[in-house]
């Protein structure tokens, strides 16, 4: 019965944007990964929190839904972690469920301080959990150390475990050393905080992925939600049709998909309709440099 009625309620929320969201004749946007030219569509998801949970038929049926929605949207890309509770079980047996694999871009991590063994066991336990003989990108959670090396991932990539390296971060405090762990490395991928209200990543950071060649995945586009309180119930300024926004969420992820240095944006969300709502934004125009600058003055006014 779940299964049934999540079917419905995909194909509803399906019908109810494709008629009102604009450019939905345009394809998904895609951005070459600069190691190799592979091409990755722009909007993806993120399971921190969301996917994070155990013996929740009703939960399960909506995560369902979400895939489903990223799938048919023309999205791939699912980033989650070893250290998000059971958001790898999760993503495996939905990935598994809806017979999928081949068609997204699978990302975990593993803690970048752990010991050579323990990593190991990290890497065989997503593995395990994701259900998969491997994985398109391994990420070194929330590097914190300039010294940081790319050893054991660039093994790991040999040994065919995962296609592609790279690392994260989520907070200022480990700029200055991730920056320069950027510089030395130069990895595959790169994925850093990033919103219309935490621009600090433009000044040194995406400059220094763009240098280094790293594909950049954005996590907190919305900020832990802060912008959507901000915005509150305001409606959207008018220059937002200027390039196609049509609901803040479009307007704050094309803010951040204009930025020449990112590749792709990984919000997280639990409900279909949410998950079509930001796909949209990788479809149709995005701001040049001086509506960007407009934007940020706009944002900036707000109180």
């Known amino acids: 019965m779940l299964a049934a009625s999540a079917g419905v309620a995909l194909a509803a929320a399906l019908s109810r944007f494709s008629h009102r969201a604009q450019g939905a004749e345009d394809p998904l946007r895609t951005r070459p990964i600069p190691h190799g030219g592979e ?67 699978l990302a975990t991590k593993f803690s970048y301080n752990a010991e050579r063994a323990a990593a190991t066991a990290s890497m065989q336990a997503s593995l395990r959990r994701l259900k998969t003989k491997r994985v398109d990108l391994m990420q070194a959670w929330n590097v914190g150390d300039a010294n940081y090396d790319f050893g054991l991932l660039r093994e790991w990539k040999r040994q065919g475990l995962c296609r592609y390296v790279g690392m994260t971060t989520s907070s200022a405090r480990q700029y200055d050393a991730i920056a320069k762990v950027l510089a030395r490395e130069k990895p595959d991928f790169f994925q850093v905080n990033y919103s219309l209200g935490d621009r600090e990543a433009e000044n040194a950071l995406l400059p220094a992925a763009r240098d280094a060649g790293a594909a950049v995945l954005v996590n907190l586009p919305f900020g832990r939600n802060s912008l959507f309180r901000k915005a509150g119930s305001r409606p959207l300024p008018a220059f937002a049709a200027e390039f196609g926004a049509r609901t803040w969420a479009q307007f704050f992820l094309k803010f951040i998909l204009s930025h020449p240095a990112v590749t792709a944006v990984i919000p997280g969300t639990d409900k279909p309709e949410y998950m079509l709502d930001n796909l949209q934004a990788g479809r149709g125009p995005l701001p040049d440099a001086a509506m960007r600058k407009r934007i940020v003055q706009f944002w900036d006014s707000l109180s």
């Open 39 to 105: 091409q990755l569509p722009v909007v993806g998801i993120g399971t921190a929190i969301i996917f994070d949970f155990e013996n929740d038929a009703a939960k399960y049926a909506e995560r369902r839904q979400v895939i489903q929605a990223l799938v048919a949207g023309g999205g791939s890309l699912i980033d989650t972690a070893h250290s998000y509770g059971r958001a790898e079980d999760r993503v495996g047996d939905l990935v598994a469920d809806l017979g999928v694999r081949d068609r997204l871009f």
